[in-house]
């Protein structure tokens, strides 16, 4: 597709039930991000991947978070046993270029609502 | 953590007039960039401004940073309604060593009133 595309748009999850949130960056974009935006903040950084290597998660709030690339296109990213505090926007973003030197380019963002 | 500071939190102005957005910012940047939100939508990149640029112009957008006091504004100038949004402010961290991504401000909520 032409742009980042992410699904489901909208989500809600039971307490400590496991979601899978999923990202398909733009063809041949090297790196891709995951961020988390609560209501009316930025949004945080998660984790970052490099093709299909998992470079920097050091924004993962805790073990039950967890992402993946296999083959350094699509990422999901995964939630277990979600906990109210999860809820948010899940952004992710894409770009060509390596890290952090270049724009990147959003997706419109999965809703995560945990009751 | 965020970095970024985005001042005001909250601007609303008339349609034509100019809006002006500032950011301050703590660590050694590589560049800063500013993104713009509607509401319930993505963030879309609005431009990028290098560590040894001072300004830089983007249609009637313009960007200026101050790496000596860790600062940078956006002027939007000849509003239109369609500018209503949320504009963010981030910032990439001097690369080496942490392949990390770009770190957000809480965003300034500009509110054009026709």
């Known amino acids: 597709g032409a742009g980042v595309s992410q699904s489901p748009r909208y989500k809600v999850a039971k307490r400590g039930q496991d979601v899978a949130l999923r990202c398909d960056p733009i063809?041949?974009?090297?790196?891709l991000f995951w961020y988390q935006q609560a209501l009316g903040q930025g949004p945080e950084f998660l984790t970052y991947?490099?093709?299909?290597?998992?470079?920097?998660k050091s924004g993962l709030p805790s073990d039950r978070f967890f992402a993946e690339r296999p083959e350094g296109s699509v990422s999901t990213l995964k939630i277990q046993r979600t906990q109210q505090e999860d809820s948010a926007v899940y952004l992710c973003?894409?770009?060509?270029?390596?890290?952090?030197?270049?724009?990147?380019?959003f997706g419109e963002g999965s809703r995560l609502t945990v009751l | 953590s965020q970095q970024g500071e985005e001042d005001p939190q909250a601007l609303s102005i008339q349609e034509g007039e100019n809006a002006t957005m500032n950011c301050s910012y703590k660590t050694s940047i590589n560049n800063l960039q500013w993104y713009r939100q509607n509401s319930g939508r993505g963030l879309v990149h609005l431009i990028l401004i290098r560590s040894n640029e001072r300004e830089k112009h983007s249609g009637r957008l313009r960007v200026t940073l101050d790496t000596s006091k860790k600062s940078s504004s956006l002027l939007i100038t000849a509003s239109r309604a369609a500018d209503t949004a949320s504009y963010f402010c981030a910032t990439a961290r001097t690369f080496g060593g942490g392949a990390d991504g770009l770190t957000f401000g809480k965003g300034t909520h500009l509110i054009i009133q026709p």
């Open positions: 973003a894409s770009s060509f270029q390596r890290a952090n030197t270049g724009e990147l380019f």
């Open positions: 063809s041949g974009h090297v790196s």
């Open positions: 991947f490099q093709n299909e290597a998992q470079l920097d």
